[in-house]
Structures are given as structure tokens and as C-alpha cells.
T-cell receptor
Framework: SQQGEEDPQALSIQEGENATMNCSYK?????LQWYRQNSGRGLVHLIL?????REKHSGRLRVTLDTSKKSSSLLITASRAADTASYFC?????????????FGKGTKLSVIP | NAGVTQTPKFRVLKTGQSMTLLCAQD?????MYWYRQDPGMGLRLIHY???????AKGEVPDGYNVSRLKKQNFLLGLESAAPSQTSVYFC?????????????FGPGTRLTVT
């Protein structure tokens, strides 16, 4: 079952613009992670935000988390062609004994030079 | 530091054949995972391991078996391949279980079952 759902499914922007992707999830979580996948490659971890955090930054990335709305957003500022990739959110439901990190279907970002 | 490596990178099987995918990590991670990725479906967890000698079922375990005889290796077996198992398979490892920390992914194995 899909815990997280990204929106939009695809996004195309010009280099230098900002890109915003959203993730909604269904159940309470301990934390939420964002990953990037370049075409034909494995996933690369970008950022982890805990349920008691509201915002986190890493370089040009800004992640927000709204647990009341069960949603998160990933903002990439001043995008570059190299940011072209698919972006996935991943969650683990809160509660003991869960090891299953559940991924959404991803947002495919295209940055046009 | 090679990180997470997967063997082979590509494979074509006929229906009913068997094969084993090998995952190796050199980061001394306790936790290891096997996922499959299908178009439009995101990643789904097949099996995982919380330490040497342990395995557990994930979301889509049917048709697969796994073994973790050594801490650094996690094997995924298909005993009788079916066309529905055509997919890209990713192995991952982590220091902490589940979503408590980041997972490190291998480059993937593209499997086609005809």
C-alpha cells in the first residue's frame, strides 16, 4: 500500500526557477525522508525531517512538514539541469516494530537549460 | 568504499527459471532491504533483514526468498521466475532500522522474464 503520494506527478521548469513538490501521507509518522533518483540509477537520500520538526534546510533544499495536514513539501531553489530526476518521499508509520520505509510514486522533475 | 553493490546489472530469464541476485555492502550496516520498482508504482519492499542470520517479509514477498548468512551480503532468490517479476530490483542498507535513518541504495538490477 502506498503511504505517501507525491504531487505533481511531473514538473517541468526553466533553469534558475524554484521547484516545489508535495507529499501527502495517510497515517501518523515518526519521520519523513526525501530521496532523489536519477534516470536508471539507485536512490540517493536527500533529507530526513522528524515529526517534531517543521522545517529543515540542506543547501538549496528546503523541506517542510505539517503533521496536522499529513503533508510535506520539498523546495529546490535556483534549480539546475543536474536537478533533473525523480523525487520520492518515504515514511514509516509511527508505532513499535515497523521497519518498512514506504515510498510514494514520485515526482519527475525536468529542468530545462 | 564501494557502498552497496549489486550483481548482476541485467538479466533475462525464461519463465520457470531460477536465479539469485547478490547484494553486498561494505559499511557494516545491520539492516538490509530488497525492493522492486515498477513503472508508476514507486518502490515496494520485498524482504528485509535486521541483522546477520535474520530475514523478514515486506509488502510483496510472494515468489521470492532471501538469505543473510554474512552481515555484508543479502541474497534474493527467484525459484521459478514469472513474467510478473519483470522489474528493477534495488538493494539498500542502513545503520538504523526502517525510517530512523537514511538508506543507502545499490545501482539496481534490471530483470526481464519472458
Amino acid at each position: 500500500s502506498q503511504q505517501g503520494e507525491e504531487d505533481p506527478q511531473a514538473l517541468s521548469i526553466q533553469e534558475g526557477e524554484n521547484a516545489t513538490m508535495n507529499c501527502s501521507y495517510k497515517t501518523s509518522i515518526n519521520n519523513l525522508q526525501w530521496y532523489r533518483q536519477n534516470s536508471g540509477r539507485g536512490l540517493v537520500h536527500l533529507i530526513l525531517i522528524r515529526s517534531n520538526e517543521r522545517e529543515k534546510h540542506s543547501g538549496r533544499l528546503r523541506v517542510t512538514l505539517d503533521t496536522s495536514k499529513k503533508s510535506s513539501s520539498l523546495l529546490i531553489t535556483a534549480s539546475r539541469a543536474a536537478d533533473t530526476a525523480s523525487y520520492f518521499c518515504a515514511t514509516v508509520p509511527s508505532g513499535a516494530g515497523s521497519y518498512q520505509l514506504t515510498f510514494g510514486k514520485g515526482t519527475k522533475l525536468s529542468v530545462i537549460p | 568504499n564501494a557502498g552497496v553493490t549489486q550483481t548482476p546489472k541485467f538479466r533475462v530469464l525464461k519463465t520457470g527459471q531460477s536465479m539469485t541476485l547478490l547484494c553486498a555492502q561494505d559499511m557494516n550496516h545491520e539492516y538490509m532491504y530488497w525492493y522492486r520498482q515498477d513503472p508508476g508504482m514507486g518502490l515496494r519492499l520485498i524482504h528485509y533483514s535486521v541483522g546477520e542470520g535474520t530475514t523478514a517479509k515486506g509488502e510483496v514477498p510472494d515468489g521470492y526468498n532471501v538469505s543473510r548468512l554474512k552481515k555484508q551480503n543479502f541474497l534474493l532468490g527467484l525459484e521459478s521466475a514469472a513474467p510478473s517479476q519483470t522489474s528493477v530490483y534495488f538493494c539498500a542498507s542502513s545503520t538504523y532500522g526502517g525510517g530512523a535513518g537514511e538508506q543507502y541504495f545499490g545501482p539496481g538490477t534490471r530483470l526481464t522474464v519472458t
